[in-house]
Protein backbone atom coordinates (compact mmCIF):
# COMPACT_ATOMS: atom_id res chain seq x y z
CA UNK A 1 0.00 0.00 0.00
CA UNK A 2 2.49 2.27 1.10
CA UNK A 3 4.52 1.69 -2.75
CA UNK A 4 1.17 2.93 -4.47
CA UNK A 5 1.25 6.32 -5.35
CA UNK A 6 -2.50 6.64 -6.72
CA UNK A 7 -3.97 4.86 -3.29
CA UNK A 8 -1.52 7.69 -1.06
CA UNK A 9 -2.92 9.96 -3.27
CA UNK A 10 -6.40 9.23 -3.03
CA UNK A 11 -6.28 8.99 0.72
CA UNK A 12 -4.72 12.22 1.47
CA UNK A 13 -7.23 14.07 -0.82
CA UNK A 14 -9.90 12.38 0.99
CA UNK A 15 -8.54 13.93 4.14
CA UNK A 16 -7.97 17.01 2.71
CA UNK A 17 -12.25 16.72 1.61
CA UNK A 18 -13.35 15.49 4.94
CA UNK A 19 -11.19 18.31 6.74
CA UNK A 20 -12.68 20.98 4.58
CA UNK A 21 -16.26 19.55 5.18
CA UNK A 22 -15.04 19.80 8.96
CA UNK A 23 -14.16 23.71 8.95
CA UNK A 24 -16.66 24.57 6.76
CA UNK A 25 -19.33 22.78 9.11
CA UNK A 26 -17.50 24.37 12.14
CA UNK A 27 -17.48 27.77 10.70
CA UNK A 28 -21.48 27.69 9.80
CA UNK A 29 -21.93 26.66 13.57
CA UNK A 30 -19.81 29.28 14.39
CA UNK A 31 -21.53 31.95 12.80
CA UNK A 32 -25.12 30.43 13.23
CA UNK A 33 -24.55 31.18 17.14
CA UNK A 34 -22.00 33.65 17.38
CA UNK A 35 -23.38 37.07 18.87
CA UNK A 36 -21.64 38.77 16.71
CA UNK A 37 -24.39 38.90 13.99
CA UNK A 38 -27.21 40.22 15.63
CA UNK A 39 -30.63 40.20 13.73
CA UNK A 40 -31.21 44.25 14.36
CA UNK A 41 -34.06 45.09 11.98
CA UNK A 42 -37.21 43.34 10.50
CA UNK A 43 -38.76 45.36 7.20
CA UNK A 44 -42.12 45.08 6.47
CA UNK A 45 -43.16 45.34 2.85
CA UNK A 46 -47.01 45.44 0.99
CA UNK A 47 -49.66 47.87 0.94
CA UNK A 48 -51.07 47.25 4.38
CA UNK A 49 -54.10 48.14 5.27
CA UNK A 50 -55.83 45.65 7.08
CA UNK A 51 -52.21 44.68 9.57
CA UNK A 52 -51.77 46.78 12.32
CA UNK A 53 -48.06 47.52 13.17
CA UNK A 54 -49.06 45.76 16.55
CA UNK A 55 -49.80 43.03 14.87
CA UNK A 56 -46.87 43.13 12.69
CA UNK A 57 -44.58 43.26 16.20
CA UNK A 58 -46.14 40.67 17.90
CA UNK A 59 -45.83 38.28 14.95
CA UNK A 60 -42.19 39.49 14.53
CA UNK A 61 -41.35 39.14 18.40
CA UNK A 62 -43.08 34.70 17.77
CA UNK A 63 -41.02 34.47 14.80
CA UNK A 64 -38.20 36.18 14.58
CA UNK A 65 -35.93 34.71 17.38
CA UNK A 66 -31.88 34.10 16.77
CA UNK A 67 -29.54 35.61 14.76
CA UNK A 68 -29.25 36.84 11.47
CA UNK A 69 -28.33 33.15 10.54
CA UNK A 70 -30.20 31.43 13.01
CA UNK A 71 -33.72 32.61 12.87
CA UNK A 72 -35.90 30.26 11.36
CA UNK A 73 -37.26 31.94 7.75
CA UNK A 74 -40.07 29.51 7.95
CA UNK A 75 -41.79 30.21 11.28
CA UNK A 76 -41.28 33.53 10.28
CA UNK A 77 -43.55 33.24 7.70
CA UNK A 78 -45.78 30.97 9.16
CA UNK A 79 -46.47 33.66 12.46
CA UNK A 80 -47.21 36.57 9.69
CA UNK A 81 -49.71 34.27 8.09
CA UNK A 82 -51.49 33.29 10.92
CA UNK A 83 -52.88 36.91 10.99
CA UNK A 84 -56.12 37.89 10.14
CA UNK A 85 -56.35 39.56 6.33
CA UNK A 86 -52.89 38.02 5.34
CA UNK A 87 -52.80 35.85 1.98
CA UNK A 88 -49.45 35.16 1.32
CA UNK A 89 -45.55 35.92 2.73
CA UNK A 90 -42.51 35.95 1.64
CA UNK A 91 -39.04 35.88 3.84
CA UNK A 92 -35.06 36.81 3.46
CA UNK A 93 -32.36 37.64 5.17
CA UNK A 94 -30.75 40.91 3.91
CA UNK A 95 -26.94 41.63 5.16
CA UNK A 96 -25.82 41.84 7.83
CA UNK A 97 -28.52 42.23 10.29
CA UNK A 98 -32.25 42.18 8.98
CA UNK A 99 -34.93 40.53 7.36
CA UNK A 100 -37.75 41.65 4.60
CA UNK A 101 -41.55 40.40 5.23
CA UNK A 102 -43.15 40.96 2.41
CA UNK A 103 -47.54 40.76 2.94
CA UNK A 104 -50.34 40.24 0.28
CA UNK A 105 -53.06 41.04 1.90
CA UNK A 106 -56.51 39.57 0.75
CA UNK A 107 -58.69 41.87 -1.45
CA UNK A 108 -62.33 41.48 -0.28
CA UNK A 109 -64.82 40.97 -3.42
CA UNK A 110 -67.86 39.43 -1.87
CA UNK A 111 -68.89 38.16 1.50
CA UNK A 112 -70.02 34.56 1.64
CA UNK A 113 -72.63 32.50 2.85
CA UNK A 114 -75.29 33.67 4.97
CA UNK A 115 -75.93 36.47 7.21
CA UNK A 116 -74.59 33.84 10.33
CA UNK A 117 -71.19 33.62 8.42
CA UNK A 118 -70.95 37.61 7.94
CA UNK A 119 -67.17 37.36 8.46
CA UNK A 120 -66.70 34.90 5.77
CA UNK A 121 -65.81 36.48 2.50
CA UNK A 122 -64.33 35.66 -0.66
CA UNK A 123 -61.23 37.66 -2.39
CA UNK A 124 -60.50 38.67 -6.01
CA UNK A 125 -58.47 35.05 -6.12
CA UNK A 126 -61.87 33.74 -5.19
CA UNK A 127 -60.22 32.17 -2.03
CA UNK A 128 -62.61 32.03 0.94
CA UNK A 129 -60.99 33.81 4.00
CA UNK A 130 -61.81 34.68 7.97
CA UNK A 131 -62.07 38.55 7.95
CA UNK A 132 -64.24 41.67 9.54
CA UNK A 133 -65.38 44.26 7.81
CA UNK A 134 -67.63 47.46 8.95
CA UNK A 135 -71.40 47.08 7.98
CA UNK A 136 -71.29 50.51 6.13
CA UNK A 137 -68.82 48.64 3.38
CA UNK A 138 -71.16 46.99 1.08
CA UNK A 139 -70.16 44.02 -0.97
CA UNK A 140 -72.21 41.60 -2.86
CA UNK A 141 -73.48 38.07 -0.98
CA UNK A 142 -72.30 35.23 -2.63
CA UNK A 143 -73.76 31.82 -2.05
CA UNK A 144 -73.18 28.60 -3.21
CA UNK A 145 -72.03 24.93 -1.98
CA UNK A 146 -68.60 24.10 -1.05
CA UNK A 147 -65.27 24.44 -3.20
CA UNK A 148 -67.41 26.40 -5.47
CA UNK A 149 -66.30 29.76 -4.62
CA UNK A 150 -63.91 30.33 -6.95
CA UNK A 151 -65.90 29.67 -9.67
CA UNK A 152 -68.89 31.81 -8.39
CA UNK A 153 -66.32 34.68 -8.26
CA UNK A 154 -65.42 34.37 -12.10
CA UNK A 155 -69.01 33.82 -12.73
CA UNK A 156 -69.85 37.49 -10.97
CA UNK A 157 -67.20 39.04 -12.92
CA UNK A 158 -68.83 37.58 -16.01
CA UNK A 159 -72.50 38.89 -15.47
CA UNK A 160 -71.35 41.78 -14.27
CA UNK A 161 -69.29 42.56 -17.61
CA UNK A 162 -73.15 41.07 -19.39
CA UNK A 163 -75.20 43.91 -17.44
CA UNK A 164 -73.07 46.55 -17.53
CA UNK A 165 -74.87 48.10 -20.99
CA UNK A 166 -78.05 48.60 -18.59
CA UNK A 167 -75.79 50.40 -15.70
CA UNK A 168 -77.10 46.91 -13.44
CA UNK A 169 -74.81 45.10 -11.11
CA UNK A 170 -75.44 41.59 -9.26
CA UNK A 171 -75.47 42.59 -5.55
CA UNK A 172 -76.03 38.64 -5.24
CA UNK A 173 -75.07 35.33 -7.00
CA UNK A 174 -76.72 32.16 -5.48
CA UNK A 175 -75.48 28.99 -6.96
CA UNK A 176 -77.56 26.05 -5.32
CA UNK A 177 -76.76 22.61 -4.41
CA UNK A 178 -78.11 21.20 -8.04
CA UNK A 179 -75.93 24.20 -9.54
CA UNK A 180 -78.52 26.61 -10.66
CA UNK A 181 -77.68 30.16 -10.88
CA UNK A 182 -79.87 33.37 -9.63
CA UNK A 183 -78.98 36.62 -9.61
CA UNK A 184 -80.38 40.07 -7.69
CA UNK A 185 -79.66 43.11 -9.31
CA UNK A 186 -79.13 46.40 -7.66
CA UNK A 187 -82.23 47.56 -8.55
CA UNK A 188 -84.11 44.78 -6.94
CA UNK A 189 -84.65 42.72 -9.24
CA UNK A 190 -84.24 38.96 -9.38
CA UNK A 191 -83.49 36.77 -12.34
CA UNK A 192 -83.60 32.80 -12.86
CA UNK A 193 -80.96 31.57 -14.71
CA UNK A 194 -81.40 28.28 -14.29
CA UNK A 195 -78.58 25.71 -14.95
CA UNK A 196 -76.09 25.93 -17.94
CA UNK A 197 -76.79 23.77 -20.61
CA UNK A 198 -74.88 23.14 -23.82
CA UNK A 199 -77.63 24.15 -26.60
CA UNK A 200 -77.89 27.73 -24.01
CA UNK A 201 -75.50 28.45 -21.48
CA UNK A 202 -76.81 30.96 -18.82
CA UNK A 203 -74.50 34.18 -20.03
CA UNK A 204 -76.15 33.78 -23.19
CA UNK A 205 -79.66 33.56 -21.78
CA UNK A 206 -78.49 37.15 -19.64
CA UNK A 207 -77.76 38.81 -22.92
CA UNK A 208 -80.31 37.88 -24.63
CA UNK A 209 -82.19 39.47 -21.51
CA UNK A 210 -79.57 42.67 -21.80
CA UNK A 211 -80.44 43.05 -25.11
CA UNK A 212 -84.04 42.79 -25.36
CA UNK A 213 -84.24 45.22 -22.14
CA UNK A 214 -84.79 48.40 -23.44
CA UNK A 215 -87.88 47.48 -26.01
CA UNK A 216 -89.34 45.05 -23.24
CA UNK A 217 -89.05 45.31 -19.92
CA UNK A 218 -87.71 48.52 -20.10
CA UNK A 219 -90.73 50.05 -21.53
CA UNK A 220 -93.05 48.25 -18.60
CA UNK A 221 -94.61 51.56 -16.29
CA UNK A 222 -94.16 49.24 -13.24
CA UNK A 223 -91.92 47.53 -10.50
CA UNK A 224 -91.09 43.95 -11.39
CA UNK A 225 -89.91 41.99 -8.49
CA UNK A 226 -88.83 38.51 -10.84
CA UNK A 227 -87.92 37.36 -13.93
CA UNK A 228 -87.21 33.65 -14.45
CA UNK A 229 -85.17 33.47 -17.80
CA UNK A 230 -85.45 29.72 -18.20
CA UNK A 231 -87.69 29.77 -20.88
CA UNK A 232 -86.42 29.53 -25.01
CA UNK A 233 -88.87 31.77 -26.64
CA UNK A 234 -89.66 34.38 -23.20
CA UNK A 235 -89.74 35.68 -19.72
CA UNK A 236 -91.87 34.23 -16.98
CA UNK A 237 -92.19 37.69 -14.61
CA UNK A 238 -93.69 38.50 -11.51
CA UNK A 239 -95.49 42.18 -10.93
CA UNK A 240 -96.17 42.78 -7.51
CA UNK A 241 -98.80 44.99 -8.12
CA UNK A 242 -100.78 42.69 -10.51
CA UNK A 243 -100.12 39.74 -8.26
CA UNK A 244 -102.71 37.96 -6.34
CA UNK A 245 -102.19 35.23 -3.94
CA UNK A 246 -101.87 31.76 -5.40
CA UNK A 247 -101.68 32.97 -9.02
CA UNK A 248 -98.21 31.92 -10.98
CA UNK A 249 -96.17 34.40 -12.34
CA UNK A 250 -97.05 35.98 -16.05
CA UNK A 251 -95.49 34.15 -18.45
CA UNK A 252 -94.71 37.31 -21.12
CA UNK A 253 -94.48 35.43 -24.76
CA UNK A 254 -92.44 37.63 -27.51
CA UNK A 255 -94.02 39.86 -30.10
CA UNK A 256 -93.85 38.79 -33.47
CA UNK A 257 -90.57 38.78 -35.11
CA UNK A 258 -88.78 38.88 -31.54
CA UNK A 259 -86.57 36.52 -30.10
CA UNK A 260 -87.18 37.29 -26.16
CA UNK A 261 -89.75 38.26 -24.07
CA UNK A 262 -91.72 41.58 -24.79
CA UNK A 263 -93.76 43.75 -22.86
Request: proline share 6%; with cysteine.
Amino acid sequence: MWDNADMLNGCANALYALAAAALIYAGVHVAKHSPLLPLRHLELQGDLTHVTREQAQGAARVGAAGTFFSVDLDAVRRAFESLPWVRKVEVRRLWPDRIKVSIEEHVALARWGGDAQAKRLVNTYGEVFEGELPDAVRLPQFTGPGGTAEEVARRYAAFRQTLAPLQLEPRQVLLSPRYAWQLRLSNGLTLELGRDQLKEPVLQRLARFVALYAQTLGSLNRRLEYVDLRYPNGFALRVPEIMHPATEPNKVKPKRGSRGAAA
